[in-house]
């Protein structure tokens, strides 16, 4: 049945019934004018991102579901590098008349499926009708007590990231060069499992009557980190970082946000940063250079963060603590934990590479309205 068929009552109607949060702290939720949020103890942190379709989806490869699950991960990939936890989701859905019902609920399958993991509720948000495309648009509300910001760099802290750093732009390079069967293969990757063992991707090169195959299991590890990014949870973190941001548009460019804020300058070993071996084996197939997808390559949301350096990565502790509530087959890498790249300095963005060469470093990454 078509949207336009249904109605926005209806449709409200029926996500008041799913969605309705059982949290205390929710006074009125879904179905009144506005939200009413009990005050809370701690600091009040929000945030709110947008995915709009050509811009930051194509859903030749995109299942709705992928769109939900990573529309909430983004968000909440904001509040953890505050320093705080997501509480309270609010969304704002516009899509075309002629859409499919299907599509409108498989894509609160994949909201659903994430607020499970973050634990965050629904408490309200909008629907429209677009002229043009799918429009998504979701607030997350969270508290803090410590909240870490990007201006509180000092000279002399370690720089550290968790987990790998490339594979979500390594996966959507793959996505980008897919067959038509294959990118309809792709859709059906969730959190449920890993079945694709022994199966092949199909790539077309533009211009080219060039087709490679390449295998699933190795490429499904990155194609999930872009399609179904994960935020990492920051609370041991959290108790120990002087600043911190999550790696949206591409590790140098989020680095030097940082050295900005914080008026200070920052030295990185290449050799330091941790690189999965999908993503050499992939990169080297379709002739990218993994190191430059490591440090200029968008939405892992991996954590990116500064500390004294007096406290060690066991004193961290670091885990993913929403871990136990994914799915195993999720985790396809194992995580390396947090890692340390380089340390904080007076002045100046110096690379240095594995040969002991200092080179300055370039704020690649991704910018809207940017150069093409």
Known sequence: ????????????????????????????????????????????????DMMNEGIHFDLSFASPFHLGFKLVSVNVSDI?????????????????????????????????????????????????????????????????????????????????VTGHLGDSACGLEILKRLTNESKDRVKHIGVTGHQHIGEKLYLRYPDTSIVQHIDFDTVEPLIRRHLMPLARDSAEIAKHAT?????SDGLFIDLCRICDESST????????????????????????????????????????????????????QYAV?????????????????????????????IVVDEKGRDSIMKADGYQHFGSP
């Not at 068929?5 to 929710?26: H, M, T, W």
């Not at 600043?243 to 790696?247: A, E, K, L």
Request: proline content about 4%; overall charge negative.
């Open 321 to 349: 603590s929403n871990e136990k509530e994914v799915p195993t087959a999720y985790f396809l890498l194992p995580t390396p934990g947090i890692i340390c790249i380089g340390e904080i300095i007076e002045k100046g963005r």
């Open 80 to 160: 953890f590098a505050m320093g705080s936890k997501p509480n309270y989701l609010f969304l704002n859905i516009a899509m075309k008349n002629d859409a499919d019902e299907d599509m409108f609920w498989k894509i609160y399958e994949g909201i659903s499926s994430a607020m499970d993991i973050y634990k965050t509720n629904l408490a309200g948000g909008d629907l429209c009708a677009a002229g043009n495309g799918i429009v998504l648009s979701a607030t997350v509300i969270g508290t803090g007590d410590k909240i870490i910001t990007r201006n509180s760099a000092n000279v002399g802290d370690k720089i550290y």
């Open 1 to 48: 049945m078509k949207l336009s068929q249904i109605g926005e009552l209806n449709l409200l109607r029926e996500v008041r019934k799913k969605y309705s949060s059982k949290n205390s702290s929710i006074i009125i939720g879904i179905g009144d004018d506005a939200a009413v949020i009990a005050p809370q103890t701690e600091k009040i942190v929000v945030t709110t």
């Open 265 to 316: 300058g920052a030295k990185i070993y290449l050799d330091k940063i941790p690189i999965s071996d999908e993503m050499k084996k992939t990169a080297e197939i379709i002739g990218l250079d993994p190191i430059h997808l490591a440090t200029s390559g968008g939405e892992d949301y991996e954590l990116l963060f500064t500390a004294p350096p007096e406290i060690t990565v066991s004193t961290m």
């Open 243 to 247: 600043s911190m941001i999550d790696i």
